[in-house]
């Protein structure tokens, strides 16, 4: 039986499923039920300075994206950082930390960009013996028109500038929240690292506008007749989060700095392609308030039986694994070519192969009046679109031809070596041939 | 359900009124908002899509399905109509399972096709609840159609002929239009007077007028009509039905079960039907089983239908047999009745097993009887009077590409004119095309 056992910077937990700093872990209620529902973790919802609290919209704080069958893909909001009070935010943190030593329990922080802030805040988060603290400069709505949240995360000067002043006053892991909605997503973890950062969590949400009310002409969600953009998080936008974690994991400037995974987790599968890239646990939202807390056990299993099937004792056997693999477009090998490869006893002719590759790609699939879709290797250049559209999975795979077979769209055979665009013919600026 | 009042012979008020009620609902029940979106999203859009290619209206399924899923069913709706306009009852009516949903690659994919019959009914039902007519009469032409029957294959004619701004004169020998739609079929399969009513919605597009009670070769001739118009479409069905030949045939208590199936359709109170409580119903088609799973419905305690071939052969598809089966229709098959039995009123119906011999179907010398105090007969229709002017196979008549006949102003469709295959939806195809071809002709 695997061992799902995860220590993050010192923190451990049974498991690396943490809850992400949001609603779902907002109070105490919730955090307990959490808890017994099997979570290793969470990341408490983002505190700010003492005083009166923050006030939200009490209108609909959310928006949606929908797939097949109302599959929620993607979702939007508004909301700001907690609107309870401090002290009772901090009172019921001690109190479940007291009930539930094994779990790790880290506090979102969020104050505004003034030393004297942070310096006051840290202390009363050490005080409920919280493991470590996550420094929210990722919430991209309300809070960063007041220069907090993105509007810190947009500016790695910023970024570094907190972090070593957070670091300077407590003894607690730090892990900062980064915010992806900067052009190199590189440069605030840099930031966030020489600012002192024990680790970076990403990503924050997305800007975005889920939807348009086209009776009443406004964004939705809308409040009294307006709306605002909000962030956007969930199954959609994984991939955008895992290619950053990746170039963080992969950058030699940012290389070893430990890194949590959110964005769009909703499997165990999931969880794990962040953790082959570079992420030593992962964060869970969306996939929470889309199911409840329950599917946590599904993502336990899951990986745990991947694990046994892989031969991974434990999760540190795979962590970054993929990261070597992980390299610029520049150094693809040229030399290598699949053709695709239609099933025909899995095809159920719907045709959308030949649809998508007669009019938008490259006229790679012949259609018979029997409706037989038969690949044409002359013209297949192995884009993959049919693979994508295909409904019915494994039906078309791409097969790679052996050194030395003929690439009948190339009239060249396919050569032994490795050559990519750093050594080509056409690039201009090629390394010389060996 | 209560038990049936098991009186012998044939009489009225077997069951009670909620057990009618229950019994003649809806076949399928209408989906609602979601569940039309929920079976929309099931639907692959495929490419050149073969449920388009196995509906003999053409109707392009992926395209108004995903007219649902996108929020517009009415312009799905249009989408249907504008190649069938009795789109509404072909929802209810047409053998799905051997057409569109058979042929859905989801069928092949895991065996559960995309509800095509159901989300067809989603749009053309959300369509017809609103005022308007959604489509508009080009001008007048000054040009003049006589229509025969106002079935599914005159009406389907007529709407297209309308539209092009041609005046239709529908001529119907029923005191009602709407033809099988509305004195065929089984009631459960169109509720609530639905034909009455889309006929009422089909004839909204104007320039339509019908006239029933008119019947060809009865109250005018086809001569006539070509002189008063400048064509003419005969699209009246089969109004003949075949006979047994049989010794007894006479007898009381049988009967047509295409003229018991339009008295049930007629009745606005199913409690003063009478059924029998041992029924036969003799014949394997769409008639039969509607009659024997009706008979069954209304109270009949027994009711058997009989094929002479095997099941194979038999017109009524599988889902029907199963539907038949599933209500307590015993089916026997392989089995020819030869003589009807009874003093005054029938009896009992004999039988003799039947086998495929090298010169067609031969009777053996095993024979059986079956307890029968009402027998139905459907084993055919025939065209009642052929009439003059058109040639016929000796059957139906003989009819070309777009329904043009032996004579250049008169077009045919429908189940009175040669090959289609007697169903309801192939009649509109038939109907419309030959509308199309009139047309062109017309027009010069």
Redesign the interface.
């Known amino acids: 039986m695997a061992n799902l056992q995860s220590d993050f910077l010192g923190i451990k937990s049974p498991n690396p499923f943490w809850l992400a700093s949001a609603p779902p872990t907002d109070k105490e209620y919730n955090v307990r039920r959490a808890f017994e529902a099997g979570w290793g973790g969470v990341v408490w919802k983002t505190l700010g300075s003492e005083g009166p609290p923050i006030v939200n919209v009490s209108g609909p704080r959310y928006g949606a994206i929908w797939g097949?069958?109302?599959r929620l893909l993607g979702l939007n909001n508004i909301e700001l950082i907690t609107d309870r009070p401090l002290e009772v935010n901090l009172r019921e943190i001690k109190a479940v930390k007291r009930d539930y030593p094994d779990r790790a329990l880290v506090v979102s922080l969020m104050v505004p960009c003034e030393e004297q802030e942070w310096k006051t805040i840290l202390p009363l988060i050490e005080e409920t013996g919280a493991d470590g603290v996550e420094l929210n400069f990722g919430c991209p709505h309300g809070m960063a028109e007041r220069g907090m949240g993105s509007a810190v995360g947009q500016v790695p000067d910023y970024v570094e500038m907190v972090t070593r002043w957070v670091k300077e006053t407590t003894r607690m892991p730090c892990i900062v929240k980064l915010t992806p909605n900067i052009a190199d997503i590189t440069h605030p973890a840099r930031a966030a690292k020489d600012g002192g950062a024990d680790a970076v969590s990403l990503i924050n949400t997305i800007t975005s506008i889920t939807g348009v009310d086209l009776d009443i002409m406004a964004p939705t969600p809308t409040i009294d007749g307006k709306g605002t953009h909000g962030g956007y998080c969930g199954p959609a936008v994984k991939p955008i989060a895992m290619n950053m974690v990746a170039q963080i994991a992969r950058n030699p400037q940012t290389a070893g700095l430990p890194i949590s995974g959110i964005g769009g987790v909703t499997t165990w599968r999931d969880a794990a392609e962040f953790m082959a890239l570079g992420a030593s646990n992962v964060q869970v939202c969306t996939a929470a308030m889309t199911y409840g807390f329950k599917i946590v056990q599904e993502m336990i299993s899951g990986l745990s039986q991947w694990m046994d099937e892989k031969g991974y004792h434990s999760i540190d056997d795979f962590v970054g694994a993929a990261v070597p693999k992980v390299v610029d477009w520049q150094y693809l090998n040229l030399n290598h070519v699949t053709k695709a490869r239609i099933d025909q006893d899995a095809c159920?002719?719907?045709?959308?192969c030949?649809?998508a590759c007669e009019d938008t790609s490259h006229q790679a699939i012949s259609?018979s009046p029997e409706?037989v879709f038969d690949v044409k290797d002359d013209e297949c250049v192995a884009c993959n679109l049919c693979v994508n559209v295909c409904?019915?999975e494994g039906c078309i795979t791409m097969e790679t031809l052996a050194v030395g077979a003929m690439d009948e769209r190339t009239g060249v055979p396919v050569a032994a070596e490795h050559r990519d665009w750093t050594k080509h013919p056409n690039n201009p600026f090629a390394n010389a041939a060996e | 359900m209560s038990q049936p009042n098991s009186a012998q012979g044939v009489c009225s008020s077997r069951l009670t009124s909620q057990d009618y009620a229950e019994n003649f609902s809806d076949l399928h029940p209408p989906l609602d908002a979601h569940e039309a979106?929920?079976a929309a999203?099931?639907c692959?859009?495929?490419?050149?899509?073969?449920c388009i290619t196995a509906c003999p209206t053409d109707i392009d399924i992926p395209l108004f399905i995903r007219q649902i899923a996108t929020g517009t069913p009415e312009s799905a709706a249009r989408t249907i109509l504008s190649q069938n306009i009795l789109g509404g009852m072909c929802a209810r009516v047409c053998p799905t399972e051997t057409l569109c949903e058979e042929a859905c690659?989801?069928e092949?994919?895991e065996g559960q096709p995309v509800d095509i019959g159901r989300l067809q009914r989603f749009a053309t039902d959300t369509i017809m609840r609103s005022a308007s007519h959604p489509f508009q009469r080009a001008a007048e032409t000054g040009k003049t159609v006589a229509v025969i029957g106002a079935g599914p294959a005159g009406l389907s004619c007529a709407h297209r002929l309308a539209m092009h701004g041609h005046n239709v004169k529908i001529f119907d020998a029923r005191p009602k239009a709407g033809g099988l739609n509305e004195f065929g079929i089984a009631a459960y399969k169109s509720t609530d007077d639905f034909a009455a009513k889309e006929v009422e919605w089909l004839l909204a597009i104007g320039g339509i007028d019908i006239e029933t009670g008119k019947a060809l070769g009865r109250d005018m001739s086809l001569s006539d009509l070509i002189d008063t118009y400048d064509a003419v479409f005969l699209g009246m069905g089969l109004a003949g039905v075949n006979a047994l030949g049989l010794a007894g045939e006479e007898k009381d208590e049988v009967r047509d079960a295409v003229s018991f199936i339009a008295d049930l359709r007629q009745s606005s109170d199913l409690s003063t039907l009478p059924v029998g409580r041992h029924v036969v119903v003799i014949g394997g088609g769409m008639t039969a089983v509607d009659a024997a799973v009706q008979s069954k419905l209304l109270g009949a305690q027994n009711v058997h239908l009989v094929y002479r071939r095997g099941r194979a052969r038999m017109n009524a598809s599988k889902y029907e047999q199963d539907l038949a089966a599933s209500r307590g229709v015993n089916i026997i098959t392989n089995a020819e009745p030869i003589a009807v039995h009874g003093n005054g009123a029938v009896r009992e119906v004999e039988f003799s097993y039947t086998v495929e011999g090298p010169n067609g179907l031969e009777r053996t010398e095993d024979t059986f009887r079956l307890p029968a105090d009402q027998v139905l007969k459907a084993i055919g229709q025939t065209l009642e009077d052929t009439p003059d002017l058109v040639k016929t196979d000796g059957r139906k008549i003989e009819v070309g590409e777009n329904g043009r006949t032996s004579h250049p102003a008169i077009w045919a469709g429908g189940d009175c004119a040669s090959g289609g295959d007697d169903l309801t939806v192939t009649a509109v195809a038939e109907g419309r095309n030959a509308a199309e071809d009139i047309h062109r002709t017309l027009m010069g």
């Open positions: 097949a069958d109302r159920i002719k719907c045709g959308r030949y649809a259609m409706r409904p019915v | 979106l929920v999203d099931r692959y859009f495929c490419h050149d899509a073969p690659v989801r092949a994919a």
